[in-house]
């Protein structure tokens, strides 16, 4: 991680921000490196909801409950990361048809396990509580986002506590997965030339200033969710971000949270946006870190890094 920060020179420094969410990448380092630290840098509280993306839901055949798991700890460059005991707290606080625990998509899943160790490289004293989003509709993300966000709160009001300065929630995401090589299937719409690159990115930076910024509401989070899946059938994609589901769920969590703490709606800031593409590549090799895909114009995924307040 010193590696790591070196090479994209970056340094921690203490600020007095109270993020409350923001929307952070989990791709190789050597992609989305700096893009973890935008995203991250404003998060200041000791307990982190992390809202993970469920890649390998299909596998378990798992739709429409938030996962859960039962493990205590997570490894972590620094030592043993604790799971907050707010963790099964809150879960045992939720109807039974809104979740699941299930240590194995849990263990198996990598959108969380990435941003750990940026954030307890900045503070060694986080505890943190993660949730894995899988197939999800509007209707069900709009139920379970709202339990969730009551519980939460009745967590914090009874330890006078406050959203974004003792509890703050990060939810996982890369933007679109585009090209027509190395994927399960043609990801390019627009062509894998240099104007379909373009346009693939006007795409994503449109998502993003039409759903994702200022004001934060249940159409626009809707809409995002249709933008990114098909109407009719919601377990398969429209435009590929791997967070077409954590992402409408974290934000209506976070949002109806700070609705209840402090009336009124989150406000998104964009921060960056960055493909594994479009800018100089650090060497990981030399740490024994790489890749897991090839980037290329006919084969790269979009990072956005935005932060909510």
Same mark, same amino acid.
């Given at each position: 991680?010193?590696?790591?920060?070196?090479?994209?020179?970056?340094?921690?420094?203490?600020?007095?921000?109270?993020?409350?969410?923001? /929307?952070?990448?989990?791709?190789?380092?050597?992609?989305?490196?700096?893009?973890?630290?935008?995203?991250? #840098?404003?998060?200041?509280?000791?307990?982190?909801?992390?809202?993970?993306?469920?890649?390998?839901?299909?596998?378990?055949?798992?739709?429409?409950? /938030? +996962?859960?798991?039962?493990?205590?700890?997570?490894?972590?460059?620094?030592?043993?990361?604790?799971?907050?005991?707010?963790?099964?707290? +809150?879960? *045992?606080?939720?109807?039974?048809?809104?979740? $699941?625990?299930?240590?194995?998509?849990?263990? $198996?899943?990598? *959108?969380?396990?990435?941003? +750990?160790?940026?954030?307890? #490289?900045?503070?060694?004293?986080?505890?943190?509580?993660?949730?894995?989003?899988?197939?999800?509709?509007?209707?069900?993300?709009?139920?379970?986002?709202?339990?969730?966000?009551?519980?939460?709160?009745?967590?914090?009001?009874?330890?006078?506590? %406050?959203?974004?300065?003792?509890?703050?929630?990060?939810?996982?995401?890369?933007?679109?997965?585009?090209?027509?090589?190395?994927?399960?299937?043609?990801?390019?719409?627009?062509?894998?030339?240099?104007?379909?690159?373009?346009?693939?990115?006007?795409?994503?930076?449109?998502?993003?200033?039409?759903? $994702? +910024?200022?004001?934060?509401?249940?159409?626009?989070?809707?809409?995002?969710?249709?933008? %990114?899946?098909?109407?009719?059938?919601? %377990?398969?994609?429209?435009?590929?971000?791997?967070?077409?589901?954590?992402?409408?769920?974290?934000?209506?969590?976070?949002?109806?949270?700070?609705?209840?703490?402090?009336?009124?709606?989150? #406000?998104?800031?964009?921060?960056?946006?960055?493909?594994?593409?479009?800018?100089?590549?650090?060497?990981?090799?030399?740490?024994?870190?790489?890749?897991?895909?090839?980037?290329?114009?006919?084969?790269?995924?979009?990072?956005?890094?935005?932060?909510?307040?």
């Amino acid at each position: 991680m010193d590696s790591i920060y070196n090479r994209f020179q970056l340094k921690d420094k203490k600020n007095n921000n109270q993020w409350k969410a923001v /929307i952070c990448p989990h791709d190789d380092y050597k992609y989305a490196g700096k893009l973890y630290y935008e995203a991250l #840098k404003g998060i200041n509280t000791n307990t982190i909801i992390l809202i993970g993306v469920a890649h390998k839901a299909k596998k378990f055949n798992l739709k429409d409950k /938030i +996962i859960f798991g039962s493990y205590t700890h997570w490894k972590s460059p620094y030592g043993k990361l604790p799971v907050s005991p707010l963790n099964k707290e +809150i879960y *045992s606080k939720l109807p039974e048809e809104d979740y $699941l625990i299930h240590d194995d998509m849990q263990q $198996l899943e990598h *959108s969380l396990e990435a941003i +750990i160790p940026f954030l307890h #490289k900045k503070n060694r004293n986080i505890e943190i509580v993660p949730i894995l989003v899988p197939y999800m509709n509007s209707e069900k993300i709009d139920v379970v986002s709202t339990h969730l966000s009551k519980v939460i709160y009745n967590i914090l009001k009874s330890r006078n506590l %406050t959203f974004g300065k003792d509890l703050a929630i990060v939810i996982s995401n890369d933007a679109v997965h585009y090209g027509d090589v190395d994927w399960s299937q043609n990801l390019a719409p627009y062509g894998v030339d240099s104007l379909g690159t373009n346009k693939a990115r006007k795409h994503d930076l449109k998502i993003i200033n039409s759903y $994702l +910024i200022n004001n934060i509401d249940k159409t626009k989070i809707d809409s995002f969710l249709y933008e %990114t899946t098909q109407k009719e059938d919601y %377990t398969k994609y429209n435009w590929v971000w791997c967070g077409r589901y954590a992402v409408p769920f974290g934000l209506a969590t976070a949002n109806k949270l700070n609705i209840l703490q402090n009336n009124k709606p989150l #406000k998104g800031t964009f921060l960056k946006y960055e493909t594994s593409i479009d800018h100089s590549l650090i060497e990981v090799e030399d740490l024994q870190m790489g890749t897991t895909a090839i980037a290329t114009q006919r084969h790269w995924v979009g990072y956005a890094s935005i932060k909510y307040e």
